[in-house]
């Protein structure tokens, strides 16, 4: 099955399931809440995010310049900086540092660039121990399962399907009470931080004018990836420049506040590189490996390069009616939501991710979301344009070039509602059924007749 | 003034008391009106499904037979979207680009016309119900349309307006979305319903009769008596 009709198996099924769908609007229900409260406490939201925007803009525009500045500056306090151009090579690149590290056991905090390598896998393949330390990615973990949002990657579990799940996969005592569930899942990753050969990270930001990586968190995990194994590996993308330590002013509580409500997210750690003389903690080496994977591709498109202005915040997940229905497994990508439809067909093909950008209303309450200002929507319509533009269906071809004749001749039009006045008391006796050539309205809405006089019908007879 | 109407294909077709309500309210208030009989559709469902060329072919008519006119409005968010965000962007680098823009800053969302072209909020009109307002999101967030409508609203006698939990959230009709994703489109729309029932209102009161299509659509389905009207019929109840 292709990725379009898995989509649309799927998504049939998803839509339908209430339970889901309770689940994931009780997740969200104080969402908005509280991001408008925040919102609130900004001079201006409006000016925050054109700033941000303009600030992403700059970084994106003079990538070539932000780069090489990041990388000089982090690898004068002893960092190593490896470039990656595509999956495998990031991954190779990973797989060569365990290797020579001779590990067997890596403690990972969340990173979905290492979603999008799937570098779990890798490493597991090689033979090594992975144990995920963000308390909804070590969920997800251990159910086998790809996070369901980019942010809160286990929000479509309740309580109870997590208490089931770590008496199962960790022999604990069934508990209802959350705080309880966290010891549970504390008490098991703790013996892991301590017998981790490798730590490995993302980032949120890297800051080009003084080499440091960025990383925002509300558990202490990276922390403690950080500080405990004796090598660290942070994966990101290159579009995670920041021009100037000072941008972070504006972008952490930007993050914060589209993303979960949050002033500014708990811990907010900057890096600067390995263990230096005279330090008490640190790891003894770290590897930075910059990830393009199609990235410039979208860059080079100038039309849509502002897609690469996204800092992860989740915010247009939140927010879109249709995240909310089909649920974030349901796209079949790393990145779920618009922000995944925009750019996944960037990133792994037009043609087999096309449908992404058809699953939209067109709604925008994304675009209205975005703390940086990505015309999503928009995006989703440039999408579509681009795919039938490369590769029109015939049946759409057929279906608009004679709808244009429908439009461009009013007395063909006439003829249209005439026609079909006659026929709908025949469509009425199969309506709903798979007979009925309106079926995929008639299915479950019922369909307004063609007036007995139509508005030109009246205005003519009025003139 | 000389008021040029968009009466769109589905208000045509399925909907003409919304359009004939428009044209007596404008004419009740002197002015003008014209509705050019040559334009069917603006060209949306082409252009959102990602055939430009067709869209370009359609919308070229339009401006063509708009071209004089004075004032342009729209009994829909989402044409009105259309012609005053999208025409723009389809017609960029075209010899019809300039015309494009202008046609764009002469057309008005009928409730914004209203409002906000011709400072009217009372328009004497009687409805004695219980109704709540849907905002379609071409409308709401394209055109920025919120509070023109409530203005109108907020005149009419008798008129109760409650506002639905999650108002702004798309009611999933979305153009060809609807029928390319029935499913999607259908769970959405059962929410924007349940929210709506919720108020106890009589009626949900619109400025795009599309989204009204869908949601009175569902609402006939499921036997409910909650009752679709365009905002047009509301403020011409005399």
Known sequence: ?????????????????????????????????????????????????????????????????????????????????HWASTAAQAREIILQIVRDKKAKSVIKSKAMTAEEIHLNDALEHAGLNVVENDLGEFIVQLRHEAPYHIVFPSMHLTRGEISELFQRELGSAPTNDPEELTMIARRALRKKFLTADIGITGANFAIAETGMISITENEGNARLTAALPKTMISLLGIEKILPKMGDLALFLPILATAGAGQPLTCYNTMYGGPRQPGES???????????????????????????????????????????????????????GG?????????????????????????????????????????????????????????????????????????????????????????????????????????????????????????????? | MTVTLFIPCFMDALFPRAGICMVEILERLGHKVVCPEEIVCCGQPPFNSGYWDEARAVAAKVLQQLQNAEVI??????????????????????PQSELAKQISARTWEFS????????????????????????????????????????????????????????????????????????????????????????????????????LMHLQGLLSR???????????EVLNQQ
């Open chain 1, 1 to 81: 099955m292709n990725f379009a009709s898995q989509f649309l198996k799927d998504a049939r099924v998803m839509a339908g399931d209430l339970q889901h769908r309770k689940i994931i609007r009780t997740a969200l229900s104080h969402y908005e809440v509280a991001r408008d409260q925040r919102k609130a406490s900004f001079q201006s939201w409006e000016s925050a995010r054109q700033l941000a925007a303009e600030a992403k803009w700059d970084a994106l525009n003079h990538l070539d310049k932000y780069l090489v500045e990041f990388t000089a500056k982090i690898e004068a306090r002893g960092t190593k900086v």
């Open chain 1, 281 to 335: 903690d640190g790891p003894e080496e770290w590897h930075v490996v910059l990830l393009d994977n199609h990235r410039t591709e979208l860059l080079a498109d100038a039309e849509q390069r502002d897609a690469l202005h996204c800092i992860r915040c989740g915010a247009c997940l939140n927010v879109c009616p249709i995240f909310k229905n089909i649920g974030g497994h349901t796209y079949g990508t790393t990145y």
């Open chain 1, 338 to 463: 618009p922000i995944g439809s925009v750019i996944t067909p960037h990133l792994r093909g037009l043609q087999d991710w096309k449908h992404l950008s058809n699953a939209s209303s067109l709604c925008g309450a994304c675009t209205e979301a975005c703390p940086v200002k990505i015309n999503l929507h928009h995006h989703l319509l440039q999408n579509r344009r681009n795919a039938a533009a490369q590769q029109p269906t015939l049946k759409e071809r057929i279906g608009f070039k004679s709808f244009v004749q429908l439009a461009n001749h009013p007395k063909l039009w006439a003829f249209a509602k005439k026609f079909a006045r006659l026929t709908q008391p025949l469509q009425k006796l199969v309506k709903g059924t798979r007979l009925d050539p309106g079926y995929h309205w008639t299915q479950t809405r019922d369909l307004p007749d063609v007036a007995p006089e139509t508005f030109k019908d009246w205005w003519r007879k009025r003139k």
């Open chain 2, 73 to 94: 409005v729209i009994g829909s968010g989402s044409c009105g979207a259309m012609l005053n965000n999208f025409y723009p962007e389809l017609f960029k680098d075209t």
């Open chain 2, 112 to 211: 914004e016309f209203l409002v906000k072209k011709l400072g009217v909020t009372d328009l004497g009109a009687t409805f004695p119900h219980k109704v709540t307002f849907h905002d379609g999101c071409h409308g709401l967030r394209e055109l920025g349309v919120k509070k023109s409508p409530r203005e109108l609203l907020g005149h009419v006698r008798g008129l109760q307006l409650v506002e639905m939990a999650e108002v702004e959230t798309c009611c999933g009709f979305g153009g060809t979305f609807a029928t390319k994703l029935p499913m999607i489109s259908t769970a959405m729309g059962d929410l924007k319903c349940a929210n709506a029932i919720e108020t106890g209102a009589d009626y949900i009161v619109s400025n795009d009769s599309s989204c």
């Open chain 2, 222 to 232: 499921q036997g409910s008596k909650l009752k679709t009207i365009h905002l047009a």
